[in-house]
């Protein structure tokens, strides 16, 4: 069992990861199918994994998708995170592949099941904090047609895993989302609000644009700072780039500098510039 399991399993103990039974988030369904399916994938051509992972990723950069697909399995047979990474987000984005949300998740649980928490690789630790991340948007929404149920409670205990232990911004985000709406647990304003602003603090623009909302005007009985709430919409703004996914930070941000005063602007501006002063 590897480390990340057992802490969880502690967590859950005592109450701090939504009582999930440690089987409950052990349970990678079909972890072992897209695994045992890659190992009879055999090649001479490859003499080791490592070296079907570096032909696969020639391949698909010289535009050989076939041949690259079967390199990278057999290479994810042999337990390269990376293989595995790039084989789970090719099959969640439908990219050269038919989109197979189930073999995605099968990719994301393999590069989970082999992080091991007292000898982590630090080089792969941005793609072990991303499948932390997906299996729990998985877990939390489900995959249709297929055994992977809604679990609300698990995704949180993975969003807080991701989120304590590799300081990502999206499971910030989405653990913050859950606590605001008391998915998988009790509703929590207090770490809602915490978590949803580490995420904004390292540039996540739904957390900041969410954030500015709230604090504009004084939802969920949060005093109001309307100056800082500009701040936030304001740099939520301007890394907003698609208008139709991002409508609502647009109109979010309009409606709020529509309603400001002059000081409650220029007080925002001077928070802008200290922010980006940090930053840099």
């Known amino acids: 069992m590897s480390t990340w399991v057992k802490r969880i399993g502690a967590l859950a103990l005592f109450g701090l990861a939504a009582s999930v ?14 695994a045992a399916q890659d190992k009879a994938i055999v090649s001479p051509a490859f003499k080791t994994p490592r070296a079907a992972l570096q032909a696969g990723l020639e391949d698909f ?8 697909i079967a390199a990278l399995k057999y290479a994810a047979a042999g337990g390269e995170t990376l293989a ?19 073999k995605a998740y099968e990719y994301f649980s393999q590069i989970i099941k082999g992080f091991d928490e007292d000898n982590p690789n630090w ?6 904090s991303n499948a932390f991340v997906s299996i729990g948007t998985y877990s939390l929404n489900g995959i249709a047609q297929s055994k ?3 679990d609300p409670a698990r995704a949180l205990a993975l969003f807080k895993y991701a989120a304590a232990n590799f300081g990502d911004a ?19 304003l207090r770490q809602g609000v915490r978590w949803l602003y580490l995420a904004a603090d ?18 969920e009985g949060l005093p109001p700072q309307r100056a800082r709430a500009l701040m936030w919409l304001t740099l939520a703004r301007e890394a907003a780039l698609d208008s139709a996914k991002d409508q ?5 941000y309009e409606k709020s500098l529509a309603a400001a005063s002059e000081t409650e602007r220029q007080t925002a501006l001077t928070y802008l510039e200290d922010h980006l002063k940090r930053r840099n």
Not at 61 to 68: E, L, M, P, Q, Y
Not at 84 to 102: C, E, F, M, R, S
Not at 202 to 219: C, I, P, R
Not at 248 to 252: E, Q, R, S
């Open 202 to 219: 390292k540039g996540h623009v739904q957390a900041q644009a969410l954030l500015g909302q709230m604090l504009f005007s004084g939802d």
């Open 148 to 150: 992977v149920m809604p």
């Open 61 to 68: 950069r010289s535009g050989a998708s076939d041949s690259a």
């Open 248 to 252: 609502w930070i647009i109109d979010a």
């Open 123 to 128: 080089r792969d630790r941005s793609i072990v």
């Open 84 to 102: 595995q990474w790039k084989l789970a987000t090719i099959y969640a984005a439908g990219q050269v592949v038919p989109h197979d949300d189930l």
């Open 170 to 188: 999206t499971a910030q985000y989405s653990l913050a989302r859950m606590y605001l709406d008391g998915a998988g647990g009790d509703k929590d």
């Open 21 to 34: 039974p440690v089987a409950t988030i052990r349970a990678f369904e079909g972890a072992e199918s897209a």
